[in-house]
C-alpha cells in the first residue's frame, strides 16, 4: 500500500469510528512518525468529511517531544456541528469508549483573511488579523483511547483530538493583552484539577494564532474570516468522563460550565 492509500485507509477508519461514536483498541494503521505523515492523514480525511470547517485547535507539544519533532504546536480542525455557545445547559461530548478531556482557552476569531501567498507572519500581522477573542472550552476527544500516549503525529492525524468549542463571553480591550495574566482554573466535580496563564506560552497565545496560519498556509488550506482559534489549554489536559462537571473559571473575566456526555452516532 502507497503512503497516500495508506493515509486514505487510516482516515476513513477514524471517519467511521467517529461517526458511529466506537471505540478504537489499537491505532489503526502503521503510527505515523513524523508530524507530515499526521497531517497527510488529517488532510485525508478533511477531504472525505461532509462538516463544514469552524475553526481550528492548536495544541502544545511539549519537551522533549518539540526538540524531536522539530515543532512546539499542532493543529487540527474543529466542526461546526460541534461549537456552541456555552451556557448553564452545556454539554461537552467524548468518545465513551475512547479518550476524552477539557481545556479551558482562550479562542480567538478571526476578522480577515491574510494576504493571498503570504506564508510567513510576524506576531503583529497575526494580530491585525483577529477581530476578537474570547473565553472557551475546548472538548478533546478521540475514539483512540490512547491518543495521548502515542505522540504528536497520532495526535495530528485525529483531528488533532478535537470534538468540539464551546464559546464564552468576549474579552473587552484583548489588545492590551491583560488576559493573558489572568490565572485561570479548571474543576471536575468541584475539584480543582489545573491552573495556569496563557503568558506561560511560547509567544503567548497569539504565537499559536501565527503558528497556525503559517501551518495552514504551508498546506495550502485557505483561511476563511469568521474562524475560531482555539490556542491551547491554558491549566492542562484534564481527562473527563461522561457525568462529570465541569467549570473553567477565568476570574474576572467570567465562569463557563459543561456536563460531560457521551457522543452519540452521528
Known sequence: MTGSSAAQATAECFLAARK?????ADYPGTLPTSLDEGYAIQDAALA???DAVAGWK?????SPLSETFGCDRLAGPIFAST?????????GLVFAEGFGAVEAEFLFRLGVAPAAGKTSFTLEEAAELVD?????????????????????AVTISDFGNNNGLLIGSAIPDWRDGAYATTPVATRIDGVEVGTGTAASFNNGA???????IENLAARGIAIEPGWWISTGAVTG???????????????????LHCTMTAQEPR
Not at 132 to 152: F, Y
Request: a negative charge; one cysteine or more; proline letters at 9%.
Open 83 to 91: 461549537v456552541f455557545a456555552a451556557d448553564e445547559q452545556s454539554t
Open 58 to 62: 492548536v495544541g502544545r507539544i511539549p
Open 20 to 24: 458511529n461514536a466506537t471505540g478504537l
Open 132 to 152: 476578537a477573542v474570547h473565553i472557551g472550552i475546548e472538548i478533546a476527544s478521540s475514539p483512540l483511547g490512547a491518543i495521548n500516549k502515542l505522540g504528536p
Open 48 to 50: 472525505r468529511a461532509t
Open 237 to 255: 489536559v484534564h481527562p473527563a468522563h461522561p457525568g462529570q462537571v465541569v467549570e473553567t473559571d477565568f476570574g474576572p473575566l467570567g465562569c
Open 206 to 212: 497569539m504565537g499559536s494564532v501565527r503558528f497556525l
